[in-house]
């Protein structure tokens, strides 16, 4: 696929789940002929069940609803959950699902990581937002602080051939229409649709990340949850910083996941020398990826800037040009650093460094090679199947209906 810029687009910023999931909801509670959903995770939660609620609302009407997971994210949702959906007339897929090897899930690379919702042709949803109650900060000490983003417009015919052509190219559907609806000027932002995969689109978004950094004038700010970018992302942060741009990194300081603060500030001290400001969140764990440079550009989606993102996941990014949100997201990350930030000292950044600088050096040229070697193994190409319950929870729940 080829993507171009699309002018005449609306959009909305979402913040964290509180925002997204009655938006999202409401507007599949609004469908009248389509629903297509990609996701990484979905759990069965108080977020999976309110998904579950407007979905089988949406089914009754008759309206068309895919439904894509991911193999390893959503590996643990349960039979129930999965009948419920798919007897009403839900098409539920799975995305590369394995079987587990000592109780341990093995798919672990080549991932569905992207967050997409389009409903009716109309309106899009990118984001980096599973279905879950872990990303309800307000409700929960560890919940995640992210974003999404609601869109109107022409790009939105984008998203849903992204969607589409992920279903097509595994066979997965029949009579999936290529247009269902058209998509007048909506706004005065201009968008353009990214994705990463395994096939044509291998370095896409790492090169809108790249173009926005060797361009930037004035400021640049990224907000990235997993940050160990590449070579080429971590050379041109330092060189924009030495040409005098203002280079903020918001990254993790409370991390769900230990290691990655761990990968992260192996790279501060190098980072530092050459002015870039670092901003570790300490409220609550970062989910984020969303960035924004100079005064109109600006990126939201679900691809971080790590070796699993960068080289082997299915990522969807939005890269929009438009003055208002950029101005809006830049505005909500200044808050986040005044609020709920530790800025990254040299002298904190050096501490521990004689341990920190082999582990980093080992890290980051093992990663830098990490995804040819998972070219190698596993030697499998991922599939899509459906989503059905298990052979033996379908007869228990027959037995049930019997008695």
């Not at 309206?63 to 839900?90: P, S």
């Not at 809108?208 to 950094?213: D, E, F, K, P, V």
């Not at 700010?221 to 992302?233: D, Q």
Request: net charge neutral; glycine share 6%; proline share 5%.
């Amino acid at each position: 696929m080829k993507f171009q810029w699309k002018e005449g687009n609306d959009a909305e910023l979402l913040i964290n789940g509180s925002e997204y999931f009655p938006d999202v909801f409401e507007a599949i509670r609004s469908a009248r002929r389509e629903i297509l959903i990609e996701t990484f995770i979905i759990f069965d939660d108080e977020v999976g069940q309110a998904l579950k609620e407007a979905l089988l609302e949406a089914a009754a009407r008759q309206v068309r609803i895919e439904v894509t997971v991911d193999g390893y994210g959503t590996a643990d949702l349960g039979d129930e959950y999965v009948a419920e959906l798919t007897e009403a007339g839900v098409h539920m897929h799975i995305y590369d699902p394995q079987p587990r090897r000592l109780g341990v899930r093995t798919n672990l690379f080549r991932r569905l990581h992207r967050k997409i919702v389009v409903v009716d042709g109309e309106v899009a949803y990118i984001s980096g937002i599973n279905f879950g109650w872990d990303h309800l900060p307000e409700a929960y000490a560890m919940g995640k602080q992210d974003y999404g983003i609601r869109v109107r417009g022409p790009i939105v015919e984008d998203i849903r051939r992204t969607a589409r052509a992920l279903l097509l190219e595994h066979q997965a559907v029949r009579g999936l229409p290529e247009t269902l609806a058209e998509t007048p000027s909506a706004g005065q932002a201009a968008m353009r649709m990214a994705i990463r995969d395994n096939r044509r689109h291998r370095t896409d978004i790492e090169d809108h990340y790249l173009q926005a950094i060797r361009t930037a004038r004035s400021r640049l700010v990224i907000a990235n949850a997993y940050f160990f970018p590449s070579y080429r992302i971590w050379r041109e942060l330092r060189n924009a910083a030495r040409r005098g741009v203002e280079v903020v990194l918001i990254l993790q300081g409370r991390p769900d996941m230990p290691w990655a603060r761990m990968f992260s500030s192996s790279l501060y001290s190098y980072l530092l020398k050459d002015g870039i400001h670092i901003y570790e969140y300490k409220e609550r764990p970062l989910h984020a990826k969303i960035a924004v440079a100079d005064d109109e550009w600006a990126t939201v989606g679900s691809s971080n800037l790590d070796p699993l993102s960068l080289s082997l996941n299915l990522e969807a990014n939005l890269f929009i040009r438009d003055a208002t949100l950029n101005r809006k997201i830049h505005d909500h990350l200044m808050g986040l650093i005044e609020n709920s930030c530790h800025m990254v000292t040299p002298e904190a950044a050096e501490r521990g460094r004689w341990w920190r600088a082999p582990l980093m050096f080992v890290s980051y040229h093992f990663l830098r090679h990490f995804p040819v070697s998972v070219g190698w193994q596993p030697g499998h190409t991922p599939k899509l199947k459906p989503l059905t319950p298990t052979p033996q929870a379908q007869k228990q729940d027959n037995e049930q209906e019997l008695h």
